[in-house]
């Protein structure tokens, strides 16, 4: 398949765990490496060829559209209103987001990439025929700040199954993901979670993952800035997305 054309990067989260910075900035304008973790996410898919992103907004709304007001290209998804979580937040903006499959990026970690970039490798692997949603994983062993117990097993075809209550998995979701329209066909009403969606399409044997090539950091905290900004200056390149399992 081609680069989807289209993208979202969601940003409406109110960065609890990331008190007191996000007393009074929202974590999506947090830097990291001397720039903001959503001009991470935004260069990078537009190295890709990414034209139009859809951007949520909710938290300290009118200091992130103003940042954003000089970039071209950019929509903004307004939840003032209402937060509506990870899933109804995609929701109410599909119309922006147009009939065909698109990027979804979270807007709170880095990686740093390997020979190919990541949301290039999402697009190569990506078939609609097959797939409501291919997420992109990270070795929980090796990724850098996470501390967590995974979230999904992957089998030798890709598709996953998500972690157990008391079970360890190898994967962890990165904050990336190529979503087919298809995969909210039918969505729940108001504010939910994408992993009851991502549920439902394992269910169906429609959810897939893709194996990050290069290192995950899960900038989730204050404390893990620092420990992301010496693992940037010791590889010496970036590249972003997204946060642990929504």
């Known amino acids: 398949m081609t680069i989807p054309s289209r993208a979202m990067v969601l940003a409406a989260g109110l960065g609890v765990r990331m008190k007191p910075l996000t007393d009074r900035l929202p974590k999506p304008l947090i830097a990291v490496g001397g720039k903001a973790l959503i001009d991470h996410v935004l260069d990078r898919l537009a190295e890709v060829g990414v034209e139009r992103v859809v ?14 007001a000089g970039r071209a290209g950019i929509a903004i998804s307004d939840e003032r209103d209402r937060i509506l979580e990870t899933g109804g937040g995609v929701v109410r903006a599909l119309p922006l987001l147009g009939a065909a499959p698109f990027f979804l990026v979270n807007s709170d970690t880095i990686w740093i990439e390997g020979v190919k970039p ?40 890709g598709r996953l ?86």
């Open 55 to 68: 951007v949520n907004v909710h938290y300290l709304a009118d200091a992130l559209e103003r940042h954003l």
């Open 118 to 157: 990541n949301l290039a490798r999402l697009a190569d692997a990506f078939d609609p025929a097959r797939m409501d949603a291919l997420l992109l994983l990270a070795p929980s062993a090796t990724s850098v700040c996470y501390y967590g117990r995974g979230d999904y097993a992957m089998a030798p075809d």
């Open 161 to 246: 199954e998500r972690r157990g209550e008391r079970h360890v998995v190898p994967f962890v979701y990165a904050g990336a993901a190529i979503f087919s329209p298809a995969l909210f066909a039918d969505p729940p009403t108001g504010a939910f979670s994408l992993t009851r969606l991502f549920d439902r399409a394992e269910g169906r044997g429609r959810l897939y993952g893709l194996r990050l090539e290069g290192v995950w950091l899960h900038v989730g905290t204050p404390d893990a800035i620092a420990e992301a900004e010496t693992a940037l200056r010791g590889m010496g390149r970036l590249a972003v997305t997204a946060g642990s399992l929504p």
